[in-house]
């Protein structure tokens, strides 16, 4: 699986980019730091709305969105480096709407990133190749 990401690095990054830490931060899973806590458990919000839509549908129907670091499937989070089964950047702007969302403030443009993102890769998994060589009946 391509593009994927841990758990302490989604969190991180979207913590950064909304600019409610200025560095990495040092955990997730079990932090006393209550937006980190909240960010973790909107993990699976997102995932909920991520699991309806293409690709993701198909590919993860199981509805196990959660690996360990050596990719065996897990019911839930439950280590910084379990790795979430879909695109890191759909993870990151996903957790960056819904928290936004959650604390009451302006989420539309967090929101349309998220969308757009998970809008485009199912278009990609959905697009069709035509392979106009492939014809028997055209003349050459």
Do not use: H
Not at 65 to 75: A, C, I, L, R
Not at 81 to 93: K, M, N, P, Q, T
Not at 117 to 125: I, S, V
């Amino acid at each position: 699986m391509a593009g994927l990401i841990s758990v302490i690095d989604c969190i991180s990054q979207a913590s950064m980019e909304i600019g409610i830490s200025q560095r990495p931060i040092s955990t997730a899973v079990g932090s006393s730091d209550q937006d980190i806590s909240q960010m973790q458990a909107l993990l699976s919000t997102v995932a909920d709305e991520v699991l309806l839509e293409q690709p993701y549908r198909v590919t993860l129907g199981d509805g196990i969105w959660v690996f360990s670091s050596d990719m065996e499937p897990k019911e839930k989070i439950t280590s910084d480096s379990d790795l979430i089964g879909f695109d890191a950047r759909l993870a990151i702007d996903g957790l960056k709407y819904r928290f936004l969302k959650a604390k009451g403030l302006e989420f539309g443009e967090e929101m349309r990133d998220f969308l757009t993102r998970l809008n485009k890769l199912g278009a990609r998994a959905n697009a069709v190749v035509l392979d106009l060589d492939a014809d028997e009946g055209r003349v050459q």
